[in-house]
Nanobody, 123 residues
Framework: QVQLVESGGGLVQAGGSLRLSCAAS????????MGWFRQAPGKEREFVAS????????SYADSVKGRFTISRDNAKNTAYLQMNSLKFEDTAVYYC????????????????WGQGTQVTVST
């Protein structure tokens, strides 16, 4: 069983930065790939970024490439999403998710989800 808790969301002006954290309560965090997804009002949940179990492989949605960075600290059981150059269209609830070992871009590949953290970007 994996429990995930996101933090770090908030209100930021366009062009600003935020760092989201996802703290995992699990015996062996390094057994899991982590993903970040987001859902804006009236839209479907979409993939943002993913990282494999040891951080050696990452993947990003085209919309965030070059602006967002996913990382993890297995010693702290925590994954991160550094978000720079934020745009109004990045406004959404951001969710972290976990699945065994290999990263995936598909939300249905992840069995464990956090409760989400709101990110609001003002113009």
């Amino acid at each position: 069983q994996v429990q995930l808790v996101e933090s770090g969301g908030g209100l930021v002006q366009a062009g600003g930065s935020l760092r989201l954290s996802c703290a995992a309560s699990v015996r062996t965090f390094s057994n899991y790939a982590m993903g970040w997804f987001r859902q804006a009002p009236g839209k479907e949940r979409e993939f943002v970024a993913s990282i494999n179990w040891n951080g050696g492989d990452t993947s990003y949605a085209d919309s965030v490439k070059g602006r967002f960075t996913i990382s993890r600290d297995n010693a702290k059981n925590t994954a991160y999403l550094q978000m720079n150059s934020l745009k109004f269209e990045d406004t959404a609830v951001y969710y972290c998710a976990a699945r065994p070992f290999a990263l995936s871009l598909r939300s249905d590949a992840y069995a464990y989800w956090g409760q989400g953290t709101q990110v609001t970007v003002s113009t």
